[in-house]
Each structure stands twice: as structure tokens, then as C-alpha cells.
């Protein structure tokens, strides 16, 4: 417990001195603010990475423990992992850029900045990333972040149908830090500071897959330990 916990603080810590890189950046100098934060830079590629890393960890504990969890468990772990793996692909145009692809005609005449992705797309008038990718999923992340995790922890019914898709449960100390990363993102003027979220978002994310408030979901030996692990193999 220790070790994870030294662990979970190191790696915020990390995470929380790129967006105060950028503040400082963006004061002292904002052309190198400008590079921090552009398409193809060092901030989506990190981004990239670690959408890439959470899929790749879905699908390892797939195959770590298809042989102990039910069907559903795997299902959603299996429905993670595309999740993530679409960001990555979203993230990076599907390497558009990377390869020199040209879009396809539809993406030049739908997609808001004509590139092959799909967040970008206008649908009647209305861009489906401030739609989707913004109000939606913010609620989302809003729920996920700081209304699941209390009734988790108060309700053992609700606890162990959780357990049972194997949704892992941020930490208050994960929920704490998206405030903190939020606030200090958002103190930035500048248009392209949805970038940085999207960096902090990501690596938060993943923090809450290696580390989440109910590791014991991905434990192969977990089976008989609680009530709420039964359900698991329901």
C-alpha cells in the first residue's frame, strides 16, 4: 500500500508540472508556449502514448484473466481498451500527419479542420467535439470522478455490481488532482489549452487503471476473499 501510494503521488506530481510548464511558458515565452501546445507536438504525442498505454493494459488484463472473471467483466475491459485505442487514433488523426495521408472528400467537407478524424466532424451546424467530446463527456467525467466513487464506497450493493463489469474507481486523491490539473490548464488565455487538458486527462485516466480505489478487481487470486468478489464471477 506504501509503495502504491508513493507511486500514485509521484506520478501526479509529474503530471501537474506540464501544465505549470505551460503557465510559465506562456508568460515568459510564448513562442515556445505556442510549440508546447501545437498539432503534432510534444504534448499529443504524450497524449498518444498514453491513450496507447491504457488500451494496451485493458487488453492484457483480457487475456491475464479470461479465465477467472465472467463474461461482462471481460466485456467491459475488452470496450475500455477500444475506447482508449480510438482516443489514440482520434489523438493523432489515425496518422495522418505521420504518413502524409491525404482526407478523403468527406472529411474536407464535414471535418471542421478538414483532417481524417472524427471529433472534428460538424453535424447540422454542430461540432460534434464541443457536443460529444466536451459537454458529454464532461458530465461523464464529472460523475465518474466525484459522485460514483462516495456511493461505492457506502453502498456494498452497488459496490459489488460495480466490481462485477470491473469499473475501476478513481481515488480521492485521483479526483483531487483533476481539480488541480482543471484549474491550473484553464488560468492559461490561450485557444489551444484544451490540448494540455486532454494530455492531464489522459495520464489521469491511466493512473486510475494501474491504480484505481478497487485493485483488488484485477487480483487473479481475489475469488473467495468478500461478498462483492463473488460477484465477479456471477
Not at 510564448?30 to 491504457?54: K, M, R, W
Not at 491504480?211 to 483488488?216: D, L, Y
Request: hydrophobic letters at 50%; charged letters at 15%; a neutral charge.
Amino acid at each position: 500500500m506504501y509503495r502504491r501510494t508513493v507511486f500514485e503521488i509521484a506520478y501526479l506530481a509529474c503530471i501537474v508540472l506540464f501544465p505549470i510548464t505551460g503557465i510559465i511558458l506562456r508568460f515568459v515565452s510564448p513562442n515556445v508556449f505556442e510549440s508546447f501546445v501545437q498539432e503534432d507536438g510534444c504534448i499529443e504525442y504524450l497524449t498518444a502514448v498514453a491513450l496507447l498505454a491504457g488500451s494496451f493494459l485493458c487488453f492484457w488484463r483480457v487475456y491475464y484473466l479470461r479465465k477467472v472473471r465472467s463474461k461482462r467483466f471481460l466485456l467491459t475491459l475488452t470496450f475500455a481498451g477500444c475506447v482508449f485505442l480510438f482516443g489514440m487514433g482520434e489523438e493523432i488523426s489515425w496518422g495522418q500527419r505521420l504518413f502524409n495521408i491525404q482526407s478523403p472528400d468527406f472529411f474536407i467537407d464535414h471535418n471542421a479542420q478538414e483532417e481524417l478524424n472524427f471529433h472534428n466532424l460538424v453535424v447540422g451546424g454542430t461540432k460534434i467535439n464541443k457536443l460529444v467530446f466536451g459537454k458529454i463527456l464532461a458530465v461523464l467525467i464529472v460523475v465518474y470522478f466525484f459522485i460514483l466513487p462516495p456511493i461505492y464506497k457506502r453502498r456494498d450493493n452497488i459496490k459489488a455490481f460495480i466490481n462485477s463489469f470491473g469499473i475501476p474507481i478513481p481515488t480521492f486523491r485521483q479526483a483531487i488532482s483533476l481539480i488541480v490539473f482543471a484549474g491550473c490548464v484553464y488560468s492559461i488565455d490561450h485557444s489551444k489549452v484544451g490540448e494540455l487538458m486532454e494530455f492531464c486527462g489522459s495520464f489521469l485516466f491511466l493512473l486510475v487503471l494501474i491504480c484505481p480505489f478497487n485493485p483488488e478487481i484485477y487480483d487473479i487470486q481475489v475469488r473467495d476473499k468478500t461478498d462483492s468478489t463473488q460477484a465477479l464471477n456471477a
